[in-house]
């Protein structure tokens, strides 16, 4: 379980030097990385510190680093990932629980630590015995009451470990692969994939939490490595230590993510090629290469609430893609900017992540389910109200999602699609609505998920 962790190995700072630290902006340092938490708190890295920021009123709401190692400059922070675990319902219990709390993070130095985002401080240090980075992390759940952290250490090494000792329990080489990230099934706790640069899906199931319970299955997904190949003969003359993906290729992006509406789906991203593979009859069912013109893509996001898929694009682009009913052909059917052309310094900000708030997808499926309660015009009035595609007959969904800079701004844009509710023929049309919330950092220019649960089959 993550209850009860072990003494921190390494020598915390005073309290009161965490309070005094200020962020600076972001960087591609920190590998783009971000997590936002079921209940609405979303972290990022900057630089080697932490920054917690309360997605609905866009404040700033803690910010404090990792201890560095010993006689050793402070690493930049690399990796984020929230506990798993929900807020308590001891109803009669008199301690405040933090469990939902917690937060893993790694660095460049390879270093993972389990934080408690309340206390501030680090309840437990991870054994790893690498220091060539982290470049992703990812909980997979082992038992119904405990889970495992999975993490990508160093350019090619899978590892999980025991989230109560620290200890590593289990390790994959894919060398001379890269690995790039990690996810986990929505559809099973226990399962997760990781992906590499040239397309070698791994997939891992946890039936316990000891070595000889994780099942492996590898796949390769057959894609142009051309480019990479000419980045990895360029590199071939500097650092002989080997380095994380996003630290060895920045701008070579490769990222995956399951189907929020289909089981055993996952959608892989290369820098020119969407692809979707289906896991249980081990083939891609569908790819297609970016237009010309458009930018190399940073990630994919599904929508939790129906068949749209996100994609962000280096350029600050966010494009749409949409299966076909009845097929398995999806379509780029729009492409929109995600940073602001008025306002901004000369060159532009890049963008270095994207999130989609899970919360707003399960207001909206509670008021697609009791879509005949009566209209409220409070509710009708209210833009931003997950239920308020209930009484629009155009407005089918609407999801918030989230873009963070490195000028050291965090953009919180709504997602609406329109079309009819009672239908999945019509054709929908995404428009993005930037709420002019924004959150600018000092230094910058200007639910538990259980094992198994129930999705649709794609046939």
Request: glycine share 6%.
């Amino acid at each position: 379980m993550l209850a009860s962790p072990r003494a921190p190995s390494v020598t915390s700072q005073p309290q009161e030097s965490w309070e005094s630290m200020l962020p600076g902006p972001p960087s591609r340092n920190n590998f783009g990385s971000a997590d936002l938490s079921p209940h609405g708190l979303m972290a990022f890295p900057s630089g080697s510190s932490i920054s917690i920021v309360d997605t609905r009123s866009m404040q700033l709401l803690s910010s404090f680093p990792i201890p560095p190692p010993p006689s050793s400059a402070a690493p930049f922070v690399t990796a984020l990932r929230w506990s798993p675990l929900p807020l308590s319902r001891h109803l009669l219990s008199s301690e405040p629980s933090s469990s939902h709390l917690l937060l893993a993070a790694g660095d460049r130095q390879g270093r993972i630590a389990l934080l408690d985002f309340r206390l501030r401080s680090a309840l437990l240090w991870f054994d790893t015995d690498s220091k060539q980075g982290i470049q992703d992390l990812c909980w997979a759940q082992a038992r119904p009451d405990s889970y495992l952290l999975a993490a990508i250490n160093g350019p090619s090494t899978l590892s999980l470990y025991n989230a109560s000792t620290g200890r590593c329990v289990w390790k994959y080489d894919a060398s001379p692969e890269h690995f790039s990230c990690i996810r986990r099934d929505p559809f099973d706790s226990r399962r997760i994939c990781a992906i590499g640069l040239r397309g070698f899906l791994l997939s891992v199931v946890l039936l316990g939490d000891s070595e000889d319970a994780v099942v492996v299955k590898e796949f390769q997904i057959r894609t142009d490595s051309s480019e990479l190949a000419k980045l990895e003969r360029d590199s071939a003359g500097g650092s002989s230590t080997p380095a994380p993906a996003a630290a060895a290729f920045p701008l070579y992006a490769v990222r995956t993510a399951f189907s929020q509406q289909w089981r055993h789906i996952l959608f892989v991203t290369f820098p020119r090629e969407f692809v979707v593979f289906d896991l249980q009859y081990e083939t891609v069912i569908f790819s297609a290469a970016l237009p010309r013109g458009c930018g190399k893509f940073l990630d994919v996001l599904p929508d939790p609430s129906n068949e749209c898929v996100y994609c962000a694009h280096l350029d600050g682009k966010l494009s749409t893609w949409r299966r076909k009913p009845g097929e398995q052909v999806h379509i780029m059917y729009s492409l929109e900017e995600l940073m602001p052309s008025v306002g901004t310094s000369v060159p532009s900000p890049s963008i270095l992540s994207v999130l989609l708030c899970q919360s707003d997808s399960t207001l909206q499926n509670i008021g697609k389910n009791y879509s005949d309660v009566p209209s409220s015009p409070y509710l009708h009035e209210d833009f931003d109200n997950p239920f308020d595609f209930c009484y629009e007959s155009n407005i089918v969904s609407k999801i918030h999602l989230i873009s963070i800079s490195d000028d050291g701004k965090i953009w919180n844009w709504l997602l609406t699609a329109e079309g009819h509710a009672d239908t999945q023929k019509d054709d929908k049309k995404l428009d993005l609505v930037n709420n002019y919330h924004t959150v600018s950092l000092p230094g910058a220019n200007s639910s538990t998920l259980v094992s198994s649960a129930g999705g649709r089959d794609l046939k």
